[in-house]
């Protein structure tokens, strides 16, 4: 049986008088564990009010499918009690690192001191608020991670396209300028008059042009191929498909071979068909430069839209180009949209730069953004328009998912309120988004919803001219 001399030893309890000691020591149960057994799991219903007279308990919280550490409770102690006042499922997972000896004081008769004694009422919400203080403090550093490690795997994702086309190229770069340099000694050598080398090296810069430009439709690309390679099997060439393709997107033609070859038709060495070679691996050796330009563009841009998202080297606040940063986050989740989620975007181009924390303001457009894909689950419309009334710049950012139920719809901004399964979500997205507009841009965020349509507008202040 519990003991007053226990309860003292806790401040809340100092504050109630004898008669409510001992009447809670005779309704308190008996809980023992052994080392290494659960108290309660995450996303658990209420239970009661907990009292650790000895041992350890240790709190983890699911994040991304991992059992996070955030503290532990070491007797003489008590907890439970956010879940009791807010009646909400338990919000962590307790588990004895020792053997504990524990009493439970049901809801209801925890409920009932509170509304006797204001002192004890008063204590134990000066410690709830604490400890919800320092686990939202403890979540906020959390999410920041988890935010961080989506980008990061998103930008990892986008990256690896170019930087492997890149590389590939590279790698084949190599042999294809030595086979060539090879070719233009053997032709050297049987010192061919200037018009026609002049000829093939018409054909070779016409090809580049036409390969860099990209002048030629799939289909005309796919009937010229075609036809070269008839042609090139008539001529005699071994593997000829490999080197229609390349010729074909150099933009050749059948008369243009019949006109470069007819020399080299009754050639008894390697020059009857080294001159088809040469040109198709020319096209090659310009379609790896070109694919190699395209990924090395590629993944700087994805680098500074990063760099721009976190507006690194610059001070804390910035003039902020508002379609910048809702562009610099569509591109960090690219991963996401390819998938099926069509973007449309109507923006205002007259809007004037706003001054800004631009790293946080980023964040809002994040979590929203996020947010709007997960209702989409992956597939409609993402809607972002941006327009100017007055001394205020609005940004809608709207989806086609499912809306939010009503019955929720007044609490979606309560810290650690979330409708994703536990490890999902931590509830704090939206009250994050709202506390940087608010609070720190003193603007507004409010959402308008209904099946197939939901729409976040963030309303901020332009600067005074």
């Not at 604490?130 to 935010?147: C, Q, T, V, W």
């Not at 139920?405 to 536990?422: G, L, M």
Request: charged share 25%; proline share 3%.
């Amino acid at each position: 049986m519990l003991c007053v001399e226990d309860l003292v030893n806790l401040d809340p309890f100092q504050q109630l008088p004898q008669e409510r000691l001992e009447w809670v020591c005779e309704h308190a149960q008996t809980v023992e564990l052994g080392a290494g057994e659960f108290l309660v799991h995450e996303g658990d219903p209420a239970c009661g009010l907990f009292i650790l007279i000895a041992g350890k308990m240790s709190l983890t919280r699911r994040s991304e499918g991992i059992d996070i550490p955030i503290g532990q409770h070491e007797g003489p102690s008590f907890f439970g009690e956010f879940s009791v006042l807010t009646d909400e499922p338990v919000p962590v997972t307790m588990r004895a690192a020792t053997e504990c000896k524990l009493y439970e004081i049901s809801a209801d008769d925890f409920l009932k001191l509170l509304h006797e004694c204001r002192n004890f009422e008063r204590t134990v919400f000066r410690i709830v608020l604490s400890r919800a203080r320092g686990l939202e403090s403890f979540i906020r550093g959390r999410e920041k991670m988890a935010a961080l490690g989506t980008l990061a795997a998103g930008l990892a994702h986008e990256l690896n396209n170019p930087a492997a086309a890149l590389v590939r190229g590279l790698r084949e770069m190599p042999t294809a300028v030595l086979e060539l340099q090879r070719m233009n000694l053997v032709y050297g050598q049987r010192q061919v008059e200037q018009a026609h080398t002049q000829h093939w090296f018409q054909v070779r810069d016409d090809g580049y042009e036409a390969i860099l430009n990209e002048h030629v439709d799939f289909v005309t690309l796919s009937d010229r191929e075609t036809l070269l390679l008839d042609w090139l099997e008539d001529y005699g060439v071994k593997q000829a498909w490999k080197l229609a393709e390349p010729l074909a997107e150099g933009g050749v033609e059948v008369n243009t071979l019949n006109q470069l070859m007819e020399r080299w038709r009754n050639d008894s060495t390697e020059m009857r068909e080294m001159g088809l070679h040469w040109l198709a691996l020319s096209f090659e050796v310009m379609s790896m430069i070109k694919h190699g330009l395209r990924g090395a563009e590629r993944i700087s841009e994805l680098v500074q839209a990063m760099k721009s998202y976190s507006y690194l080297d610059q001070g804390i606040q910035q003039e902020v180009n508002l379609h910048q940063g809702l562009e610099d986050t569509l591109r960090l989740f690219a991963h996401k949209l390819k998938c099926g989620i069509q973007v449309q975007r109507h923006y205002d181009q007259q809007i004037p730069k706003i001054l800004a924390l631009g790293s946080e303001l980023n964040q809002v457009w994040t979590n929203l953004i996020d947010n709007a894909i997960d209702a989409m689950d992956g597939k409609g419309v993402l809607e972002i328009t941006t327009h100017q009334c007055e001394r205020f710049v609005f940004v809608d950012i709207t989806d086609s998912g499912c809306g939010i139920a009503p019955e929720i719809q007044t609490r979606i901004f309560e810290p650690f309120f979330t409708t994703k399964s536990v490890g999902q979500g931590s509830g704090l997205g939206l009250e994050t988004a709202r506390r940087i507009v608010e609070n720190r841009h003193q603007g507004t965020l409010s959402f308008e919803t209904k099946p197939g349509r939901t729409c976040f507008t963030i309303c901020l202040p332009l600067p005074n001219s």
